[in-house]
């Protein structure tokens, strides 16, 4: 099982961009979906981006297809998600999480958590 750290958050101005990571340790990170979920106050928790094992499959929410990537780098045990654009309303706790098997959107198929970073978009 992988232990994950989110790293990158902060304060970014509404059109600029922002790079969040998310750091692996323990066993086997290059067989995990990884996704990059959000939670901002008041609203349900939901999922940004998606990654299969080997980066070849992404899957985006709308809000932010074609402003947001994520991608991974097996040999270092990381994820990224680089925010482009960011708009007001992605401001939230961002969150990593990892799953074995093929790629969902689904946050409840997603078994292991880190624990979050700010992210806090002005104008």
């Known amino acids: 099982q992988v232990q994950l750290v989110e790293s990158g958050g902060g304060s970014v101005q509404a059109g600029g961009s922002l790079r969040l990571s998310c750091a692996a340790s323990?066993?086997?990170?290059?067989?995990?979906?990884m996704g990059w979920f959000r939670q901002a106050p008041g609203k349900e928790r939901e999922a940004v981006a998606i990654?299969?094992?080997?980066?070849?499959?992404?899957y985006y929410a709308g809000s932010v297809k074609g402003r947001f990537t994520i991608s991974r780098d097996n040999a270092n045990n990381t994820v990224y998600l680089q925010m482009n654009s960011p708009k007001l309303e992605d401001t939230a706790v961002y969150y990593c999480?990892?799953?074995?098997?093929?790629?969902?959107?689904?946050?409840?198929?997603?078994?292991?958590w880190g624990q979050g970073t700010q992210v806090t978009v002005s104008s």
């Open positions: 999480a990892a799953k074995l098997g093929s790629p969902t959107m689904d946050g409840h198929s997603f078994r292991t």
């Open positions: 323990g066993r086997g990170f290059s067989s995990y979906t």
């Open positions: 990654i299969n094992w080997s980066g070849g499959i992404t």
